[in-house]
């Protein structure tokens, strides 16, 4: 079992930058692959990146690819997501997940989630 709380959110302007951290409890963190979702209001929670256990594998949802950097260190049992030109459409609850194993892009495949942390881009 893993325990997580997001922390880094806050109100920023169109095209500043956010780091998110993740912060994880219990020995097993490297054993999960870590995912960042969101979810806007009115809108179901959507995939933004993903890890793999080793930190090697990165994915990135294509509205973020090229902004947004995933990144762990297991033996910290931390994951942050560096969100760079950050836009209006970016604004969402944004939270922190841990799966063993399914599809990484997909919510359900999550076992363990933290409460999230605001993210809110003014134009």
């Known amino acids: 079992q893993v325990q997580l709380a997001e922390s880094g959110g806050g109100l920023v302007q169109t095209g500043d930058s956010l780091r998110l951290s993740c912060a994880g409890s219990?020995?097993?963190?490297?054993?999960?692959?870590m995912g960042w979702f969101r979810q806007a209001p009115g809108k179901e929670r959507e995939f933004v990146s993903a890890i793999s256990r080793t930190g090697i594998n990165k994915y990135y949802a294509d509205s973020v690819k090229g902004r947004f950097t995933i990144s762990r260190d297991n033996a910290k049992s931390a994951v942050w997501l560096q969100m760079n030109s950050l836009k209006p459409e970016d604004t969402a609850v944004y939270y922190c997940?841990?799966?063993?194993?399914?599809?990484?892009?997909?919510?359900?495949?999550?076992?363990?989630w933290g409460q999230g942390t605001q993210v809110t881009v003014s134009s």
């Open positions: 219990g020995r097993t963190f490297s054993t999960y692959t």
């Open positions: 997940a841990a799966t063993g194993s399914g599809s990484y892009t997909y919510a359900t495949s999550y076992r363990y």
